[in-house]
């Protein structure tokens, strides 16, 4: 008989991994492609307005969409929340806030940390700004993160 | 159609299963809820589970239930990566074709192992928002915001939802986080993340549900007041947050109307709405009134399995109509980042 103690319980680590690499196709692969070039591409759909990140499909008319086109680098916060201790596989090394950001000439708005020194700095409505990463490899990490306009 | 119904349910759900694995503690349930109504694995012609490869951490992990249920002589039986109240629609259209008279659904998950809020974040959009590890209490905050900003909610009414869903919750044994707090309370309570609070995020508990779903002259045979399954649909709304109304959810608008739910009154709804926030757009969605009691077992704020949380507001839904505590209730399901995908089940009692 096994005592039950959790002492006698084995323990391992364990890594969850998806071991498999995939081609990200014209649109996800031209949006990180102009990310490690420091621009950033929205996809332009049938009624003319412009998603950003951008979708392979017209989320609602499912029409491909395939016209990418150059949009702004500041845009405005939709919505927010402070990310007062970051968690540990988060890519932004210091406390941040997490906002939707629509960017000049897009109408959809993007999910990215925003670098403020506390949740008092943040406001729906504020201006934003990229910060690129010195070293860009076509990841949506190669935007650092955004940063209030004006303080870049 | 057929006339399916709920005819017996068992859970168990617990902050933390120790020393036990989902097998071990699925077995007793899966074979708990047949003995209920005396039956035996010989007589259900279908078995269905839902379940997480990425919360169990393995490959593969819902075959060595599927042995728990004793599948020798070899069982009709299926899976899904989803909550169970997907598996009992897969079993519900199984024997809307006319095969199966009996369905034996389970479904489970022991999330204490990591950390279920970072997980969550894997089923995100894997280029865009996936590799920034935003959780699963973050993502729900940016929604909170835009309903607290755009007057759809204020945060006492989420308080109101918190303070009830705990006073529910005491009287369900299964429940997990029970102590009392007033709207007071609630209202001082520090963000966990801005705006959301402890108490407007769900009680997470490891655990898991079974239940027996059995059509026409069986039901009635098996169970004094079957719960009946009147109307069942499921939506799901785009998977890019940015394309989405965050404030709304036109998935369980459009499921809420193709089940039904509008018909008749609703005696009481068992919702599956991980947040305050959650609850109340499910409420606007279905266009349940102040008649309806929502979630009377505490629902997901009172205790939350991932997996079998859905199959679970079925399940309590069904159980309260088999006990005479109402005539007509909607369960919900849901999955996905803010809600993204829904399922609605309108149940009656005869």
Redesign the interface.
Known sequence: MVE?S?SD?LRAP?T?EYPFTRT?GPV?GGF?TGLREGMVLGAKRADGTV???P?EYD?ITSDAITELVEIGQSGTV??????GEP?K???FGQPFA???ITLDGAD??????VFVEG?DDMS?GMRVTVQWREEREG???DIAGFVPEGQE | MRDIAVVASMQRQEPSIDNESEVEYMVPLMHGVKESIGITQADVGFTCSGSSDFIAGQAFSFVMTVDGANPVPPISESHVEMDGAWALYEAWVKMQMGEVDIALIYGYSKSSGGSLRDVLATQMDPYYVAPLWPDAFAIEALAARQMIESGKVSLERLAEVASRSREHAANNPHAVRTAQKSVADIMAESPIMDPLRPSDIPASADGGCALILAAGDRAKELCERPAWIKGIDHRTDAHTLGVRDLTTSMSARIAGEKAGVGNDKVDFAELYAPFTTSEVLLTDALGLGDDTVINPSGGTLGAHTMMASGLIRIAEAAQRITNGDGDRAVATAGSGPNLQQNLVCVLEGE
């Open positions: 039950d959790t319980v364990l969850l990200t996800v990180l998603m950003c990140p979708l989320p939709t919505t927010w929340t402070w990310n968690r596989q988060q890519p997490w906002a939707m959809t708005p993007m999910l990215h940390g949740p729906t990841h949506i990490a």
